[in-house]
T-cell receptor
């Protein structure tokens, strides 16, 4: 499977715990995005990487959230001190050079449930 | 405030007929519009796009129409097939390529009846 891969697919945690999600983009896709989707809503932009550089961050990304893409390949999204409002589907998407930045290839998502 | 609005949460259409999904936007800086399709337990999949310099773009059974003065776009699917049953998201980005990310609507659940 050469699509965008996300792990874990589902994470259940207690409020206050830290969680980390991993995204492996399609090979040679230099642009990587994180989105969040809550029930009944469309995906909401969180952050964007071009290679290893984090170029954009949404105001939705509070200081409890941190994302990295250390070698310009896979990326991690960490949420510290989780709150019930963090329960959502976290979607990763990638995009290759030369293609419109709007045409994203999404992974299947990592669903977070905070109890 | 929702900058991209899909006012119909669901739409039911008979197989073989035309499906028309609507989308309105408020941000006049948007200049690139896309439709994504999402099946349950899968991520969204890019379907079709249109630049603000055009008013129509076709790809097989799918056509997107853009009315800039009305800040309205629509997706037409002709003929509708059972595999088209999915949630459809309208999305938009501002000039400059969308590095700030796409702004999505809430989606319309299209159900194709046999």
């Amino acid at each position: 499977d050469t699509g965008v891969s996300q792990d874990p697919r589902h994470k259940i945690t207690k409020r206050g715990q830290n969680v980390t999600f991993r995204c492996d983009p399609i090979s040679e896709h230099n642009r990587l995005y994180w989105y969040r989707q809550t029930l009944g809503q469309g995906p909401e932009f969180l952050t964007y990487f071009q290679n290893e550089a984090q170029l954009e961050k949404s105001r939705l990304l509070s200081d409890r959230f941190s994302a990295e893409r250390p070698k310009g390949s896979f990326s991690t999204l960490e949420i510290q001190r989780t709150e019930q409002g963090d329960s959502a589907m976290y979607l990763c998407a990638s995009n290759p050079p030369g293609l419109s930045t709007g045409e994203l290839f999404f992974g299947e998502g990592s669903r977070l449930t905070v109890l | 405030d929702q900058q991209v609005k899909q006012n119909s949460p669901s739409l039911s259409v008979q197989e073989g007929r035309i499906s028309i999904l609507n989308c309105d936007y408020t941000n006049s800086m948007f200049d690139y519009f896309l439709w994504y399709k999402k099946y349950p337990a899968e991520g969204p999949t890019f379907l079709i796009s249109i630049s603000s310099i055009k008013d129509k773009n076709e790809d097989g059974r799918f056509t997107v129409f853009l009315n800039k003065s009305a800040k309205h776009l629509s997706l037409h699917i002709v003929p509708s097939q059972p595999g088209d049953s999915a949630v459809y998201f309208c999305a938009a980005s501002e000039a400059g390529g969308g590095a700030d990310g796409l702004t999505f609507g809430k989606g319309t659940h299209l159900i194709i009846q046999p």
